[in-house]
């Protein structure tokens, strides 16, 4: 056997067995892996809209910007309020989160932190109980907002971590990004549409800017 | 078998002191700096870089006679390749936590120097059994310098172990051990360390 078929069969025989070695493997691992991502994506949306019990997906397209949002739903059906994904550049690296918005579209239901590389000790304070709790009920307009060292004292406000203003900055940043991007994508009576019976009288009152 | 056996043994051990990768070789640096801010996750990395290292030099070292050596680092590649992609799916399909903590780095373990090493400087010279105690020494030699690196990282910068809260409250943690300059710090000092035990070690053997 020559040098040259001895290489080719090398690498044609090494490639071809690894490949189909993978592609076994891949068939075994991939469901148990798509369960992960959704068990932990299920959990935060169950974390943000807390009286949800399951919840629906929402794809829209406009244009290129594609957004998916989640309804939450409680144990009657009844819709809950609208979960979605809120990334940005952080301190670091990508900071994701998982945001809980009324379906009245005027507060905040909750907020919780999927994915940081903030500072340990300093921005990865970010994901604390403590840090994610003060967006429950936050109002939404104009914007969410933080200040520094001092508690909130308007009800758009929370308080960012001492030592970690840019961390904190970046979850507010994101949060206000993503929800406008929401607002524009799907409109408030859009929603209600959707969400029947949940005294549209009273929500359409209270339309946000925009 | 009977003057076998003390090879085999000897192969294994040079791993845990003689050879141990990352402070007498100074090998597979990169995920000993980037993993080890806990040792959960620096045992995790250790574990991961000993199953592709065990696979790899086996099959590299069965292979050995049939392989051309023009071809033999893009072989070894796909090789190492194919394991490493089995254990990052592993984990991500039954340890996700630990797959999210390790981030990048159970892929990069494909070009971690240790393996393509042990594979080029070892395996493909010698027969399976051998390079299987090879692999076992320097996999477990890296699995124990990861956790222990990860230990004084743990202990310095979150006043615990294994999750497991061990310094109390008056404990003020020292943060810079979790960040990549306390990587720095803490290998340094091991690495003089070790240097400083063998060199008494050879010393004291020089003149008894």
Known sequence: MNTFTKMFLNLTVVGVVSGVILAVAFNGFDPLIRINKEKELKESIFVVLPEAKDYKVLEK??????????????????????????????????????????????KLKGIKVLDQLETPGLGNRISEPAFEDQFKN??????????????????????????????SDAVVKNINNAVARVLKIFPKQEMLKLGEGTSPASAESKEPKK | MADNTPTLWHEFQK????????????????????????????????????????????????????VAPQVRIALYVVIIALFVTLADMFLAAMFPPISKALGPYVPLIVVNCIILGRAEGFAQKNPVA?????????????????????????ILGFGSIVNIKLLGDWFEPWIVMILPAGAFLVFGGLVALVNYISHRKTAAGTNP
């Open chain 1, 61 to 106: 397209t406009i244009g290129k910007d594609k957004l998916t949002i989640y309804e939450g739903i409680d144990a009657a059906g009844q819709p809950v309020g609208i979960a979605f994904k809120a990334d940005g550049g952080g301190f670091q690296g990508n900071v994701g989160i998982m945001v809980g918005l009324n379906l009245d579209y005027l």
């Open chain 1, 138 to 167: 936050i109002e939404i307009t104009p914007k969410v907002e933080y200040i520094k060292n001092r508690k909130p004292e308007k009800p758009n406000q929370i308080q960012a971590i001492t030592g970690a203003t840019i961390s």
């Open chain 2, 15 to 66: 791993g845990l002191w003689q050879d141990i990768p990352p402070f007498r070789l100074v090998l597979g640096t990169c995920p000993t700096l980037a993993v080890t801010n806990s040792v959960i996750n620096g045992v995790a990395m250790g574990l991961a870089t000993l199953f592709v290292l065990l696979c790899s030099n086996l099959i590299v070292s069965a292979l050995r006679k049939y």
């Open chain 2, 130 to 154: 051998p390079s299987f105690m090879d692999a076992l020494g320097i996999g477990i030699g890296f699995t124990l310098s990861l956790a222990v690196m990860g230990a004084i990282r743990e």
